[in-house]
């Protein structure tokens, strides 16, 4: 299994410009997410997903959009980039932890896209 | 809310023992976690430890949990180079056990 790939690894993009980060898991996982991770800071939910065709906000939703019209890809939008976007970004999926407790996770990390908006 | 604190930084001398602090405010929180993060990698799941448990260890690691205090410690023995990293803590409540929230992380620096 290749686990969480994400792309672009990199990306520099100008204020007002968009562009879309893809992800994509090979687990057979419904839970996924995407986080940001800005300095010295750890990590905030901004989309998540339960399932093919189901997504939610997490804390910070705004500025982004996602779709899930597979189990396997999650993909985040951002439209009409600002430099606040400035992140290096992570999407996860999860897969029970534990059989005999019930309500506990592992998530499984991409390698992360850092983003910089001038 | 939620809230998950962590000190910013450790140094440790190769050898030494490592403890990494964290504590958090909220008291459904029924599952606790370490994540390790190397440089320009995701977070890989370290250990975890339930909130009916007090203390869990894992070869070179240990957990301790206070309840009381919402205190939960990462204690690495014979810390190495390869431990370096930044540690994030992370908790969960018992009915959104996916849904995770994190500590600012801590550096740990081993030097040699």
């Known amino acids: 299994n290749a686990g969480v790939t994400q792309t672009p690894k990199f990306r520099i993009l100008k204020i007002g410009q968009s562009m879309t980060l893809q992800c994509t898991q090979d687990m057979n996982h419904n839970y996924m997410y995407w986080y940001r991770q800005d300095p010295g800071m750890g990590l905030k939910l901004i989309y998540y997903s339960v399932g093919a065709g189901i997504t939610d906000k997490g804390e910070v939703p705004n500025g982004y959009n996602v779709s899930r019209s597979t189990t396997e890809d999650f993909p985040l939008r951002l439209e009409l980039a600002a430099p606040s976007q400035t992140s290096v970004y992570f999407c996860?999926?999860?897969?029970?932890?534990?059989?005999?407790?019930?309500?506990?996770?592992?998530?499984?990390f991409g390698p992360g896209t850092r983003l910089t908006v001038t | 809310g939620e809230d998950v604190e962590q000190s910013l930084f450790l140094s440790v001398r190769e050898g030494d023992s490592s403890v990494i602090n964290c504590t958090y405010t909220d008291s459904s929180s029924t599952y606790l976690y370490w994540y390790k993060q190397e440089p320009g990698a995701g977070l890989q799941l370290l250990t975890y430890?339930?909130?009916?448990?007090d203390m869990k260890q894992d070869q070179r690691l240990t957990v301790l949990l206070n309840k009381k205090d919402k205190h939960l410690s990462l204690r690495i023995a014979d810390t190495q180079t390869g431990d370096s990293a930044i540690y994030f803590c992370?908790?969960?409540?018992?009915?959104?056990?996916?849904?995770?929230?994190f500590g600012g992380g801590t550096r740990l620096m081993v030097k040699p």
């Open positions: 996860a999926s999860s897969y029970p932890l534990d059989p005999g407790q019930a309500n506990t996770y592992e998530q499984y």
């Open positions: 992370a908790e969960t409540p018992y009915n959104a056990g996916n849904m995770l929230t």
């Open positions: 430890i339930f909130s009916n448990m």
